[in-house]
């Protein structure tokens, strides 16, 4: 079971150097080009606390990759969907294609942890979508394209004093409504991410929860994680690789 009050910063990866860092970056980038010829499509969503610096982890991920062959989509929380539609249709219309990537902030759970919050979707309609949420991931898992479901989790004094700082720097423009609201109510949203979370967990799709309260240690797991995730996948030795590649420099 995920509990967040239960992930502490001090559990994490320890900070890697500049170095270090730049080798996973180009170890990913290998990754991006194996996959590619492999024609296997990967979906990263990147969900978080507000203020958890996603879009921090969004740049150390791309920045070395082909931009043409990845997109990112960020949609708002706060958007309506079409009713005449499936709630997942919105979803659909931006998958990759096989052998490329989609890095998806504010996903559709992130929709859905908002519309639980602002009690604006009915227990039944709810259950219903984390349903076909579970479906949709399993069904496309089975069609060579994988998910990777990252959460990234600050403490309530962490966010509190990152919020201060946008607001001090006379950045509040940066702050939505929701935004506010989480830390103002940090309690109630841990809870809403947590049941959320659990219910969308599976073997296939799991949920990764990153401590993000030290932002540049946040960067060094997630990368970690998120290259051993694909190495496996593509059972390829990302390491050896990049070494060939620099004849045995590293």
């Given at each position: 079971m995920i509990r967040l009050k239960e992930t502490e910063p001090d559990e994490v990866t320890s900070e890697l150097s500049e170095k270090d860092m730049e080798n996973l970056q180009e170890r990913l980038f290998i990754l991006q080009n194996k996959a590619f010829e492999a024609k296997i499509a990967n979906i990263f969503l990147i969900e978080g606390w507000?203020?958890?610096?996603?879009?921090?982890?969004?740049?150390?991920?791309?920045?070395?990759?082909?931009?043409?062959?990845?997109?990112?989509?960020?949609p708002f929380v706060h958007q309506s969907e079409d009713k005449n539609f499936?709630?997942?249709?919105?979803?659909?219309q931006v998958l990759p294609?096989?052998?490329?990537?989609?890095?998806?902030?504010?996903?559709?759970?992130?929709?859905?942890?908002?519309?639980?919050?602002e009690d604006k979707i009915e227990k039944e309609d709810y259950e219903d979508t984390i349903l076909s949420v579970l479906n949709t991931e399993r069904m496309l898992s089975k069609d060579r394209l994988y998910f990777h479901k990252f959460f990234l989790h600050i403490s309530e004094k962490e966010q509190s004093k990152r919020l201060g700082k946008s607001k001090k720097n006379k950045r509040t423009w940066e702050l939505s409504s929701y935004d506010k609201d989480q830390s103002k109510h940090y309690s109630k949203y841990r809870k809403t991410f947590e049941s959320l979370m659990n219910s969308s967990h599976s073997d296939i799709c799991p949920w990764i929860v990153i401590s993000a309260d030290d932002s540049e240690k946040a960067k060094a797991q997630l990368l970690t994680t998120l290259v051993e995730r694909l190495e496996k996948i593509l059972n390829i030795n990302s390491a050896e690789e990049l070494k060939l590649l620099l004849g045995g420099k590293v």
């Open positions: 507000s203020s958890s610096g996603r879009g921090e982890i969004l740049q150390v991920l791309t920045e070395r990759l082909d931009p043409k062959k990845f997109k990112v989509h960020s499936p709630f997942l249709r919105s979803f659909w294609r096989f052998g490329e990537s989609l890095f998806y902030l504010n996903s559709y759970l992130g929709r859905l942890a908002f519309l639980k919050n």
